[in-house]
């Protein structure tokens, strides 16, 4: 072979050899970073977006990978996991609850985030307009803070002689802030006081709950939120031990006992927050995409603790719940 032959040879070789080599290699296995509010273990939220990734055809450890971090109820924690997050690099970012969004948000403002269960995305200060966010987020709004006055007349519906309603909530979490402006807004209407109760901490729950016993509050309202998410059964056991007439923002607090709860199914926007992820990693952008808001609600009822509480609920109210617990 001619000198001139052999080098020639040898250079497409050199040429195909690497686009050989390039066609092998596996795709890019997309990254979540997934910022929780809760504890690592059995988690309804995780369970539902594992759920939601399955039925589009996404399996973990195999074509993509979710990064978890946990804030174990402390709001406090949220922005440093935030920042490990985004450190990471990942394609996306999910974030449940309205702290959990807000810290994400601090954190980047260029990798795309898909919330859920958020109470209020333009009171939060997520987006500017949820029909088109125009930013790096987009998700699923629970509109948790417009509910209360709904909330408030299902309250008074079992209580109807209440006039005094005590306010379980955290001002570190903003999401209970906006809930307990509405609820303000929404109490004279129905002749109600409100007695809003601070807790930031576990260890302040008790003395909430004296405070309201004192005060002689004759219901309360549980504002759904990352401290007493992860502190539930506590604190549904001291409105128990006191025997008090609560109203739960989230069904999880009446699975484990409470008495009633008025709210979007969570658990299903964390599954279909799922389908914004997988739109956003074939290439749409968050600010395209409108923020859904939820058209159902769940008035969730445990009659049982109804009965254990000395009360008989309405049949008007029995009739309209979504679901009783006997």
Same mark, same amino acid.
């Given at each position: ?185 929404? #109490?004279? !209407? &129905? *002749? +109600? =006081?409100?007695? $809003? ?5 576990? /260890? ?101 603790? #109804?009965? !254990? &509480? *000395? +009360? =008989?609920?309405? $049949? ?5 719940? /979504?679901?009783?617990?006997?």
């Amino acid at each position: 072979m001619k000198r001139r032959e052999l080098i020639t040879l040898l250079g497409g070789a050199a040429v195909a050899w690497p686009l050989a080599v390039r066609a092998q290699q596996p795709a890019k296995v997309p990254r979540v970073g997934f910022l929780f509010y809760g504890s690592p273990g059995p988690a309804p939220e995780v369970d539902a977006f594992r759920q939601g990734l399955r039925e589009l055809g996404y399996v973990e450890g195999q074509n993509i990978t979710v990064e978890y971090r946990y804030a174990r109820g402390r709001v406090a924690q949220l922005p440093e996991l935030a920042a490990e997050l985004v450190r990471l690099d990942p394609d996306v970012i999910v974030t449940p609850t309205t702290p959990a969004s807000v810290a994400a948000k601090q954190a980047t403002s260029t990798i795309p985030i898909v919330i859920a269960g958020v109470a209020d995305t333009v009171g939060a200060g997520l987006v500017a307009d949820i029909v088109r966010p125009g930013g790096n987020i987009t998700g699923f709004t629970s509109i948790s803070a417009e509910l209360g006055g709904k909330r408030l007349e299902l309250l008074k519906g079992v209580v109807p002689t209440a006039s005094r309603v005590a306010v379980l909530y955290n001002p570190a979490d903003r999401s209970n802030v906006l809930v307990l402006t509405e609820l303000q807004e929404a #109490a004279p !209407a &129905l *002749g +109600l =006081t409100l007695q $809003p109760l601070e807790v930031r901490e576990p /260890d302040q729950f008790e003395a909430a709950f004296a405070a309201m016993t004192r005060e002689r509050a004759n219901a309360l309202f549980g504002v759904p939120g990352v401290l007493t998410f992860e502190h539930r059964k506590t604190v549904v056991d001291l409105a128990a031990k006191n025997r008090i007439p609560t109203m739960w923002g989230h069904r999880q607090f009446v699975d484990v006992g409470g008495l009633m709860s008025y709210a979007v199914n969570f658990y299903d926007q964390c599954r279909r927050a799922a389908s914004y992820v997988d739109l956003i990693l074939k290439g749409a952008k968050p600010g395209d995409l409108p923020v859904q808001q939820p058209t159902k609600f769940e008035f969730i009822i445990n009659l049982k603790t #109804a009965k !254990a &509480l *000395g +009360l =008989t609920m309405p $049949p008007t109210l029995l009739a309209l719940a /979504d679901e009783v617990i006997e």
